[in-house]
């Protein structure tokens, strides 16, 4: 994950933001717990679904219904890095 | 293009209709208030939303204080007459609409009769589901603008009624 | 608000009552334990689908799901 802290140092061409985006959402994939992650009850398991796709914190919480803090407990709870 | 801001009564229907997605090609973006959202606890819904707001078609309005003061009066005022009050989301949506330039989706009564009566929303573009069906026929978007709105009222359990079919009665023949 | 419009949107809701009410599975619905028996009454009554949700401890998608599924009323207005 180095790399990827790298890059913010530098400017990125769009083409680079979106590999940087495809790249950390397939590492939030990767470590997901999916056992937790369906477990949950339909609107956690959707909200932290949309979470593992977009990075998106903000709206996540709102899918959710809950605080964005409340969220980001969730989500280490569920396994998933937030990166960047 | 323009945008809108949906509300609960809209999104309860139109995420049951089969081309629901076709929505995305007339609004820039649909805004979904937050105080919409905590009524949807529904899989089909969530997952809808959730997918609109991944692709860019949607995205979530938050509760502003100055919007949600105007909106509190609005459901205040509205419960003056004999006929159905607004409730709170719908008045955010209608306060968000003028103060915007939004158009609004819903397919509440009370909301429409509030525009239709109350000189300071009456220029509030709002549009319902068989509105919507129209622009899309309008836009060939949807081939048959009379077959597609009973596919509609089939698949979302809306029945619309005579009044409302009046307006179109034109296309419906 | 003029009485011509006034008049026109109490028919207009008399309607959409009309319409639930033809509409209503009533074998469903006085099969139902009280509190959802009487959120789906108040609701084809007053088309107020929040207040129904609330009585029957359900979120509104999930109160208009039964309503439409199992009580086969519509939304009207």
């Excluded at chain 1, 985006?21 to 949309?50: G, V």
């Excluded at chain 2, 999104?11 to 997605?21: A, G, P, T």
């Excluded at chain 2, 000189?119 to 899309?136: C, T």
């Excluded at chain 3, 619905?29 to 009454?41: F, N, V």
Aim: hydrophobic share 40%.
């Amino acid at each position: 994950m180095e790399h990827i802290s790298k890059l913010s140092e530098t400017s990125l061409t769009i083409r680079e933001w979106i590999e940087y985006f495809r790249e950390a959402r397939e590492i939030r994939r990767r470590y997901a717990n999916w056992d937790f992650i369906r477990s949950q009850p339909p609107k956690i398991r959707i909200a932290l679904e949309y979470y593992i796709e977009t990075g998106d914190l903000y709206n996540a919480a709102k899918l959710a219904g809950m605080s964005m803090e409340e969220f980001n407990e969730l989500r280490i709870k569920a396994g998933i890095p937030s990166i960047g | 293009m323009a945008s809108a801001i949906a509300d609960t009564s809209f999104l309860i229907d139109w995420i049951r209709y089969s081309k629901s997605r076709l929505i995305f090609r007339l609004f820039e973006v649909i805004y979904i208030p937050e105080s919409v959202l905590t009524e949807i606890r529904s899989e089909r819904s969530l997952t809808w939303i959730a997918e609109g707001l991944e692709e860019g078609g949607l995205a979530i309005f938050p509760e502003l204080p100055d919007i949600s003061r105007e909106a509190l009066n609005l459901v205040a005022r509205s419960r003056r007459l004999p006929i159905r009050p607004v409730d709170y989301p719908e008045a955010f949506c209608l306060v968000a609409g003028r103060r915007l330039d939004l158009t609004v989706l819903t397919e509440n009564g009370g909301a429409i009769a509030l525009a239709s009566y109350d000189p300071e929303y009456s220029n509030v573009k709002i549009l319902r589901g068989i509105d919507i069906l129209y622009l899309l026929w309008r836009s060939g978007l949807i081939n048959s603008f009379k077959d597609e709105l009973e596919i509609y009222q089939q698949e979302t359990k809306h029945i619309y009624s005579r009044r409302d079919l009046d307006r179109y009665r034109e296309h419906l023949k | 608000m003029s009485e011509k419009i006034l008049k026109e949107w109490i028919e207009r809701f008399k309607e959409a009552r009309e319409i639930r009410r033809r509409y209503a599975n009533w074998d469903f619905i006085r099969s139902q334990p009280p509190k959802i028996r009487i959120a789906l009454e108040y609701y084809i009554e007053t088309g107020d689908f929040r207040t129904a949700a609330k009585m029957s401890n359900m979120s509104v998608d999930e109160f208009i799901e039964i309503a439409k599924e199992s009580a086969n009323i519509p939304t009207v207005d």
